[in-house]
């Protein structure tokens, strides 16, 4: 009998590209009996409906599968209890579990967090080590309880965060990570011999959910402060200014620090490269998006703009009544 087959019978709950890996390798491993994910949602300039990840996996694996709006709905509720789990498990779900839940498996629930708990406690861990620039995160597995990630940690590995990273490639490498990790600690965990330790609670730091608006880019910052938020921004929800009244996301950039005696917000050429003066240094834009159009280079921004270096963008704040078509 393969390993799929044996106890326990495991619920899985998790949406994002980042639970994709963790639910693979444990249906590999163990008997995962259902999926919770949330609803198709629409996607795209067309809107169209589109499935998360872990259902596309789910149907994959032949998994039975639901998508409640809010686990609390009744049917979801006599699904899970029709399914009986021995634990359930679950990896940027989404939702706080109510009791009713947490109590319903003979394992209770664990988690998959993306961050060295308890720093970056919430939605947005992953996002918010790189805004911050901490120098390294990691991967958490926690016993759950019915605060936000405020459970007893079971495991944790860190791993550094690297310039070259951004939201989604760290997301992919702590995915991986936290798939490894989970997969070393069900064992020690089922047969009892992991000691939940409790979290520092006076070390919490919060990540709430990212909001578009905040995307924007503030000049009066230090250039460093603008290459974190561009890189904990991408690919959502993007870090963004106006360039003559329309918008443009800004997908890769580099803080030069340099001193400089230009205004803030100063488009400027340096070294034949395309930057922006802020605070301290200059902000290098490698690859923006003009609004209703591909992405492009610093460069051909530049030779898209003749009047390069002599164009001010706008505050911080007044960008959001400018047109943005």
């Not at 209890?81 to 579990?97: K, S, Y």
């Not at 901490?134 to 310039?163: F, H, S, V, W, Y």
């Not at 209703?292 to 164009?311: E, V």
């Amino acid at each position: 009998m393969s390993a799929a087959n044996h106890f326990p019978r495991i619920v899985f709950m998790g949406s994002p590209s980042f639970a994709v890996p963790i639910l693979e390798h444990l249906a590999e491993r163990y008997n995962v009996i259902g999926v919770v994910t949330q609803p198709d949602r629409p996607a795209g300039r067309g809107n169209k409906l589109t499935s998360p990840p872990v259902k596309e996996v789910a149907e994959r694996l032949a998994l039975p599968y639901i998508q409640p709006t809010r686990l609390s709905e009744p049917t979801a509720i006599r699904q899970l209890e029709t399914w009986r789990p021995d634990l359930i498990v679950l990896a940027a779900f989404g939702q706080i579990l109510k009791p009713n839940v947490l109590n319903l498996p003979p394992h209770g629930c664990i988690n998959v967090h993306a961050s060295l708990l308890p720093r970056w406690r919430g939605a947005a861990p992953i996002a918010a080590a790189i805004l911050h620039g901490d120098p390294e995160t990691g991967i958490t597995i926690m016993k759950m309880d019915e605060g936000i990630d405020t459970g007893p940690i079971l495991r944790q590995q860190a791993t550094p965060i690297l310039d070259s990273d951004n939201s989604l490639t760290l997301s992919a490498r702590l995915a991986d990570l936290g798939a490894r990790l989970l997969l070393e600690t069900l064992p020690d965990y089922l047969e009892g011999k992991i000691v939940p330790r409790e979290q520092d609670h006076q070390q919490a730091t919060y990540a709430p959910m990212l909001k578009k608006e905040q995307g924007e880019l503030d000049f009066h910052q230090p250039a460093i402060h603008l290459w974190r938020k561009v890189r904990a921004f991408y690919p959502w929800p993007s870090a963004f200014t106006y360039l003559n009244g329309k918008h443009l996301i800004v997908h890769e950039a580099s803080a030069l620090e340099v001193e400089h005696n230009y205004p803030i917000g100063q488009t400027v050429r340096y070294q034949k490269k395309a930057a922006i003066a802020t605070a301290r240094g200059l902000l290098e834009l490698i690859k923006v998006q003009p609004s209703g159009k591909n992405p492009i280079s610093g460069s051909d921004l530049i030779n898209g703009y003749r009047d390069w270096g002599k164009i001010v963008l706008p505050d911080y704040g007044k960008g959001l009544s400018k047109t943005s078509s």
